[in-house]
């Protein structure tokens, strides 16, 4: 079974400033993908990124980078020069990867970004 | 391209009703999924399915079903509402294959009274 754990309660920072929200996974597949999606109060959830377990390099998606460490089992999100509409809920989730696609995702419990002006 | 659509957005319904809500995926992505968002459970995956078929399936109770049209377009059914099924229901699409990238809609929130 894959889990996916987000413990940080509700995250503030400084509007321009970097932050990192935490993600720890457990899973016995030896292939699997990371995503992170962001959640405004609207309630869409929004992919921001991605990041296979046998990639070489962190994704980086503009603002968005990924700190993927294989061995501590972690999916850190990087959001650098934070903007106001950056305010949201965020969700690390993580699927399988077969053969084919497998598309169920599952989620972490979520984090509460606000930005601060 | 457009994104993914869900209809309708808001939904209000009894007890012992019955629900139907509809998903259209991004043109050309042939894999929908459905999950469940409540505060207690957080998010919970329903079901998936590609090319018409049921791919995979969560651990919900057969009230929940669903189906996929030629065209992709899906729809969930759930029968005999419970104050449980208070949700928001969000379908997400991918190209199915070879592809682990999902989109999701703007969402259904159904509210059982």
């Known amino acids: 079974a894959q889990k996916i754990t987000q413990t940080q309660p509700g995250m503030f920072v400084q509007e321009k400033e970097a932050v990192t929200l935490d993600c720890t996974y457990d899973t016995s597949d030896p292939s699997y993908g990371l995503f992170w999606y962001k959640q405004p109060s609207s309630g869409e959830m929004i992919f921001l990124i991605y990041?296979?377990?046998?990639?070489?390099q962190n994704a980086t998606e503009g603002r968005y980078s990924l700190n993927f460490q294989k061995a501590r089992k972690s999916a850190n999100l990087v959001i650098s020069a934070s903007q106001l509409g950056d305010s949201a809920m965020y969700f690390c989730?993580?699927?399988?990867?077969?053969?084919?696609?497998?598309?169920?995702?599952?989620f972490g419990k979520g984090i509460t970004l606000s930005v601060r002006p | 391209k457009a994104g993914v659509t869900q209809t309708p957005r808001y939904l209000i319904k009894t007890r012992g009703q019955q629900v139907t809500l509809s998903c259209s995926p991004i043109?050309?992505?042939?894999?929908v999924s459905w999950y469940q968002q409540t505060p207690g459970q957080g998010l919970q995956f329903l079901f998936e399915y590609f090319s018409e078929t049921q791919r995979n399936k969560g651990n919900f109770p057969g009230r929940f079903s669903g189906r996929q049209f030629s065209n992709s377009r899906s729809e969930m059914n759930v029968s005999t509402l419970e104050l449980g099924d208070s949700a928001l229901y969000l379908c997400?699409?991918?190209?199915?294959?070879?592809?682990?990238?999902?989109?999701f809609g703007p969402g259904t929130r159904l509210t059982v009274t």
């Open positions: 990041q296979g377990s046998y990639d070489q």
């Open positions: 043109s050309g992505h042939r894999s």
């Open positions: 989730a993580m699927t399988r990867r077969n053969t084919g696609a497998n598309s169920k995702l599952t």
């Open positions: 997400a699409s991918s190209l199915g294959t070879f592809s682990y990238e999902q989109y």
